[in-house]
């Protein structure tokens, strides 16, 4: 059977102990600087060295509650009736996706147990059941601190020397990292004599970094540096730790887009969608709906004990008019919360709005852009992918899979609430013809959407058709001396090399792969290799419509490659990986 921990019961019974719990922190006087370099293993230098080094558990309060102990990867948990395995610190986000999905409900987690926990001391420990975690947690400070000091770590490495009580040095030790470090000082007894080769230095919580000579430096630097930052030991994953000052500046930089809006339980998002959001410094806010028309109102700010709180206050506005919660502040989102079934999200559009047409104008002309997604009315048309764009200075605009080459006129306009849009018109291909709205302006990558319809725009850069990139020259070399066969073609979870591996597949300098029997084409198509805006080696196949290869049509990763192999991978749909090999 399994054993779970219930995370909303352990939350009431943890806040109980918290609230019989105190804590009073100790005067701790510093060493004098003609204080002998060497110290006790007990002294308050060597305590504030272990506490920097101490292992910071509080990454992972959204499960355990309790920062002076850290899950180790890979472990399960049911949030809200969903099983997920938490691989990565990233993964930890899922959980807050899930809690954050339904903004009224009753959270619940729990943790399928038997799990491997890390202590402060780097000791790890396995945990059968709720009960033996809970007594572990129930140890942590109040209000989910531990004893670390986050505001200031080691540069490593690190060497020091220990000493008999006759102060004479018994040996020495170099450590490498904060586990190494702590267990070094886990093995000392409290009259252990130690010292430590200086100059140390040691990097603050802002990446500036200071150098230590002696133990009362080093003391010092320590004890000025460990209340200097929010070292977010709280429960309260949601928080994101802002002040008023912040959330006012953030609300006010830039103009905000609404992405849903529900009042009094009943969806208003289709009434409001893309509604545009001015807030100014002076308490005033603006609203422009899609036809451009201004609507005005106040907001101001206040701080709780809660959290913020954002009032606004409209004339035609009601569904807006209320003081709202700032649940969540996350990357280029704000969500507002109030009871009664009132929630609104929005998104940040810095860069959609109140740019110069011409940055995006200068931007698509420097180089060509590959198509990396378009879906037009509805349809993700998969026979453009790996086409390349290239704009003109006179409003010229020619699409081109490396054979047959489209023309068409280009425009950067805005629309009537003053976003960025790219206008396309191509006759004899429809399937890009259309008032594109900017939605992520980026020097390596353009994405052109809007969010929550049908159409779909997005441009990799591909600049002197990456002829500088020593990885992309070697990989087109190796395709370019073929012909391959296929190795292996995995789809869907399915191997399906079957009806692909008895043909010859032949890459050409123009861009153009062909199949072939007995050096006779059956098909053709695309291809090009390319290393993407996230830095990714890909290798576009595109191999168009009417044939049984469309099946092959992606924008594959390079994970392996070599003069002789060359093996891609893509997730689908699904979530698995798509595999496809290719020998010679």
């Given at each position: 059977m399994k054993n779970v921990f219930k995370y909303a019961v352990f939350s009431l019974l943890f806040m109980a102990t918290l609230m019989v719990t105190s804590c009073q922190e100790e005067f701790e006087e510093l060493p004098q600087p003609d204080e002998q370099q060497t110290l006790m293993a007990s002294s308050t230098t060597a305590k504030l060295i272990e506490r920097t080094s101490t292992n910071d558990g509080s990454f992972d309060n959204i499960v355990d509650g309790a920062s002076c102990i850290a899950l180790n990867f890979p472990y399960t948990v049911e949030v809200n009736g969903i099983q997920i395995t938490i691989d990565s610190r990233e993964d930890l986000h899922l959980i807050e996706e899930i809690f954050d999905a339904i903004d009224d409900d009753i959270d619940l987690l729990e943790i399928i147990f038997p799990i491997t926990i890390t202590l402060g001391d780097f000791t790890q420990i396995v945990i059968n059941n709720k009960e033996e975690l809970r007594a572990l947690a129930e140890e942590c400070l109040e209000g989910g601190e531990d004893d670390d000091i986050e505001c200031i770590d080691f540069v490593y490495p690190i060497t020091l020397f220990t000493f008999d009580i006759n102060e004479q040095q018994t040996g020495s030790v170099t450590v490498n990292s904060d586990e190494e470090l702590r267990l070094f000082f886990k093995g000392l007894d409290d009259d252990d004599l130690i010292s430590i080769e200086f100059p140390?230095?040691?990097?603050?919580?802002?990446?500036?970094?200071?150098?230590?000579?002696?133990?009362?430096?080093?003391?010092?630097?320590?004890?000025?540096?460990?209340?200097?930052c929010d070292e977010d030991d709280d429960d309260d994953y949601n928080d994101d730790d802002f002040t008023l000052e912040r959330f006012n500046n953030l609300i006010t930089e830039c103009p905000w887009l609404v992405r849903e809006v529900q009042r009094d339980a009943i969806n208003q998002t289709d009434q409001y969608f893309e509604y545009l959001m001015n807030f100014t410094e002076d308490g005033g806010v603006t609203v422009k709906d899609r036809q451009g028309n201004v609507l005005n109102g106040f907001w101001n700010s206040r701080m709780t004990d809660h959290g913020i709180l954002l009032n606004l206050e409209f004339d035609v506005?009601?569904?807006?008019?209320?003081?709202?919660?700032?649940?969540?502040?996350?990357?280029?989102?704000?969500?507002?919360?109030a009871e009664g079934g009132n929630k609104i999200i929005l998104a940040n559009a810095c860069d959609v709005f109140n740019e110069d047409p011409n940055t995006l104008r200068e931007i698509l002309k420097e180089c060509a852009w590959v198509i990396k997604k378009v879906k037009n009315n509805g349809e993700e048309i998969d026979r453009l992918l790996g086409y390349k764009f290239s704009f003109g200075a006179n409003a010229e605009v020619t699409l081109s899979n490396g054979v047959n080459t489209s023309t068409g006129t280009w425009e950067i306009t805005t629309n009537a609430q003053g976003q960025l849009v790219m206008a396309i018109v191509m006759g004899d291909e429809p399937g890009v013809s259309f008032e594109w709205?900017?939605?992520?302006?980026?020097?390596?990558?353009l994405k052109f959407d809007i969010e929550g319809t049908a159409y779909e725009l997005l441009l990799e850069r591909h600049c002197n058709d990456n002829m500088e990139d020593d990885d992309v020259m070697e990989i087109r070399g190796f395709l370019l001396d073929g012909p391959w066969r296929m190795a292996q073609f995995v789809y869907d979870g399915n191997e399906s090399t079957a009806g692909y591996d008895e043909f010859d597949y032949v890459f050409s300098s123009n861009?153009?792969?062909?199949?072939?029997?007995?050096?006779?084409?059956?098909?053709?198509?695309?291809?090009?290799?390319?290393?993407?805006?996230?830095?990714?080696?890909r290798c576009y196949l595109n191999f168009g419509v009417g044939n049984n290869f469309i099946v092959l049509t992606n924008d594959w990763r390079i994970v392996e490659v070599s003069s002789t192999r060359i093996e891609l991978r893509k997730e689908n749909t699904g979530g698995a990986e798509d595999i496809l090999v290719f020998e010679k």
């Open positions: 140390v230095t040691l990097e603050l919580y802002d990446g500036t970094r200071v150098t230590v000579s002696s133990n009362a430096e080093l003391a010092t630097a320590i004890e000025s540096a460990k209340d200097a506005l009601v569904d807006f008019t209320l003081e709202w919660f700032v649940y969540e502040i996350e990357e280029g989102k704000i969500k507002l919360y709205l900017l939605r992520d302006l980026n020097n390596k990558r861009n153009v792969i062909t199949v072939e029997v007995n050096a006779d084409p059956i098909a053709g198509g695309l291809w090009r290799i390319i290393r993407d805006s996230e830095g990714t080696l």
